[in-house]
């Protein structure tokens, strides 16, 4: 079974501090990314990554930055935190093998900001 | 602008009857598509997927119908239960050269299963 995990399931910070949302997948995938989840939008992506130390933006890219310096883990950072980036952050995995294209989630993060 | 439309936020369903959920997309590229599952606090499931030369993919209760020319999928879940409200988010894909396939999500729909 596939595995992601995302370091905090709730996280509550204060604005202008720098977050880091970590992800880390046990199945030797090429591609990870990261979405927010927010009420009536369904999914978005902020970034994505396919290799390591690649990375290319998403849709909504603006005031977060990522790191992949292993291929298992990727992570989010967000540089000062604003309270529009109350949301729940959800990192995923997939692979290139197969010929399959889904993407299999972590548990997610709730962040709030203050 | 929405690639990919879920007009119905919300559909309850009497248990044992068939829930239909509906997405409609407008990029025309989109060749594979997706529906997952969201229970509250959890990260979302993969269901059952769809590839743009078939038309119909059927996964025990679970099943995918594409409409390329009406640039439509239905997922129909027979017979729904309890355990099946959640919400559903559809999402395609493009083929993309030299990097990772991303997913263009829906904006959900939470479906209700009454008992």
């Known amino acids: 079974d596939v595995k992601v995990t995302q370091s905090s399931r709730y996280l509550v910070k204060r604005t202008g501090e720098k977050v880091f949302l970590e992800c880390v997948q046990d199945m030797d995938h090429e591609n990870m990314f990261w979405y927010r989840q927010d009420p009536g939008l369904g999914l978005r992506l902020i970034y994505f990554?396919?290799?390591?130390?690649?990375?290319e933006k998403g849709d909504i890219p603006e005031g977060y930055s990522v790191s992949r310096e292993k291929k298992e883990r990727f992570s989010l950072i967000l540089e000062s935190a604003s309270t529009n980036q109350t949301s729940m952050y959800l990192c995923?995995?997939?692979?290139?093998?197969?010929?399959?294209?889904?993407?299999?989630f972590g548990p997610g993060t709730r962040l709030t900001v203050l | 602008d929405q690639q990919v439309k879920q007009n119905s936020p919300s559909l309850s369903v009497q248990e044992g009857r068939i829930s239909i959920l509906n997405c409609d997309y407008t990029?025309?590229?989109?060749?594979?598509f997706l529906w997952y599952k969201k229970y509250p606090a959890e990260g979302p499931t993969f269901l059952i997927s769809?590839?743009?030369?078939?038309d119909k993919n059927e996964d025990g209760r679970f099943t995918v119908f594409l409409n390329k020319s009406a640039k439509h999928l239905s997922l129909h879940i027979v017979p729904s239960q309890p355990g099946d409200s959640a919400v559903y988010f559809c999402a395609a894909s493009a083929p993309s050269s030299g990097s990772a396939r991303q997913l263009t999500f829906g904006s959900g729909t939470q479906l209700t299963v009454l008992p």
């Open positions: 990554s396919y290799d390591v130390k690649m990375k």
């Open positions: 995923a995995s997939s692979s290139y093998t197969g010929g399959r294209n889904e993407q299999f």
């Open positions: 990029n025309s590229m989109f060749d594979y």
């Open positions: 769809i590839s743009s030369i078939k």
